[in-house]
């Protein structure tokens, strides 16, 4: 014979049940920039692509992914441009990234300004 709810749900010592709420976790990714660790919410995700240079050397272009929905392998950065100064000084893109050769990064330079005057 069941006495309790708490018996009922596996509690032997028949206390009452307390429910909580559940924190969901949040992807947390780290800054190639200054490689400090924070929510994906607050990085913006970049990604490489591939373009002709026109003289026949392939150039890979590094541009940002706010939507975060561009194929590919991404990496993460904070959207200041103390962050990203500090990852081209690091040659930071290649690695995280996982490409070679020539990387333009000025399609990610015009973002962050424009975010920058915008804001």
Known sequence: MVTSAGERFGDPTGAAVEWTEVQHAQPIRTCIGCR????????????????DTGNG?????????????????GAWLHPVSACLNAAERRRAFGRALRVSGN?????????LEN???HS
């Open 36 to 51: 400090k660790r924070e929510l994906a919410a607050g990085l913006l995700r970049i990604v490489a692509r591939k373009s």
């Open 103 to 111: 990387l333009d990064i000025s399609a990610l330079e015009q973002y």
């Open 57 to 73: 050397a392939p150039a890979v272009m590094i541009v940002p992914d706010p939507r975060r929905r561009l194929p590919g392998r």
């Open 115 to 117: 975010r920058h005057e």
